[in-house]
């Protein structure tokens, strides 16, 4: 069995960089659409990741906005979170949502937490 994995980023006409992850498993390659950075439009797809805090070990864990790659985009700032019941048989899901500063611009966002694909829109 054999798998790799490799991510290339593109610069749109506008300037919006957009990733894209390929998987290849046992000789097929598998790509999809990473995450994509459109300050022109306002509009930030990317991946929520905890890293750890600089320093000591109380000081927790650090929200990040980074790409398919794990490469950084933002810090991120968790600013709420709370208990949706969805229309699949009333299980309950956690929903966060997040806040990041890119260029000057804020963008906001929610999911269901670290390891999750956010989408962002930037206020006006």
Do not use: C
């Given at each position: 069995m054999t798998f790799a994995s490799k991510?290339?980023?593109f610069t749109a006409?506008?300037?919006?960089?957009?990733?894209?992850g390929t998987v290849t498993f046992q000789g097929r390659d598998f790509a999809a659409l990473g995450s994509v950075v459109d300050e022109a439009h306002g509009v930030i797809n990317?991946?929520?990741s905890e890293r750890d805090a600089p320093g000591s070990w109380t000081w927790g864990k650090r929200y990040v906005l980074t790409t398919w790659n794990g490469e950084e985009?933002?810090?991120l700032r968790l600013t709420g979170s709370w208990l949706n019941r969805n229309v699949f048989g009333g299980f309950p899901?956690?929903?966060f949502a997040w806040s990041a500063t890119i260029d000057g611009r804020v963008y906001s966002g929610r999911n269901t937490g670290a390891g999750m694909f956010v989408r962002m829109r930037g206020r006006l």
């Amino acid at each position: 069995m054999t798998f790799a994995s490799k991510s290339e980023t593109f610069t749109a006409d506008n300037g919006a960089r957009v990733e894209v992850g390929t998987v290849t498993f046992q000789g097929r390659d598998f790509a999809a659409l990473g995450s994509v950075v459109d300050e022109a439009h306002g509009v930030i797809n990317a991946y929520v990741s905890e890293r750890d805090a600089p320093g000591s070990w109380t000081w927790g864990k650090r929200y990040v906005l980074t790409t398919w790659n794990g490469e950084e985009i933002a810090p991120l700032r968790l600013t709420g979170s709370w208990l949706n019941r969805n229309v699949f048989g009333g299980f309950p899901v956690r929903m966060f949502a997040w806040s990041a500063t890119i260029d000057g611009r804020v963008y906001s966002g929610r999911n269901t937490g670290a390891g999750m694909f956010v989408r962002m829109r930037g206020r006006l």
